[in-house]
């Protein structure tokens, strides 16, 4: 199983962002999803959490911004960023984790918010 997320790059304050994160192969039993980010110098950190029976999680700092959702039908999970602030620069990933249990990692995507 890979996750491949995708969407990332160069946006001004203000604007907005879809990164998306497809699945290749099956997943089975899944107890969440989420994006995380990791600004450089930083440790990586939680923006978004999506569990198995629909609850969201976010921090703070993206709360009323971001927005996580799935479609089940294309095995692939979203992330909308709006209203995207100069501190939200970093690299994204995505991550699947099971009952297993099991933890997935995307390969990340850059999101660069310029001032």
């Known amino acids: 199983v890979q996750l491949q997320a995708s969407g990332g790059g160069l946006v001004q304050a203000g604007g907005s962002l879809i990164l998306s994160c497809a699945a290749s192969g099956s997943i089975f039993s899944i107890n969440a999803m989420g994006w995380y980010r990791q600004a450089p110098g930083k440790e990586r950190e939680l923006v978004a959490r999506?569990?198995?029976?629909?609850?969201?999680n976010y921090p703070n700092s993206v709360k009323g911004r971001f927005t996580i959702s799935r479609d089940n039908a294309k095995n692939t999970m979203y992330l909308q960023m709006n209203s995207l602030k100069p501190e939200d620069t970093a690299t994204y990933y995505c991550?699947?984790?099971?009952?297993?249990?099991?933890?997935?990692w995307g390969q990340g995507t850059l999101v660069t918010v310029s001032s």
């Open positions: 991550r699947i984790d099971t009952f297993l249990p099991s933890t997935y």
């Open positions: 999506l569990t198995s029976v629909g609850s969201t």
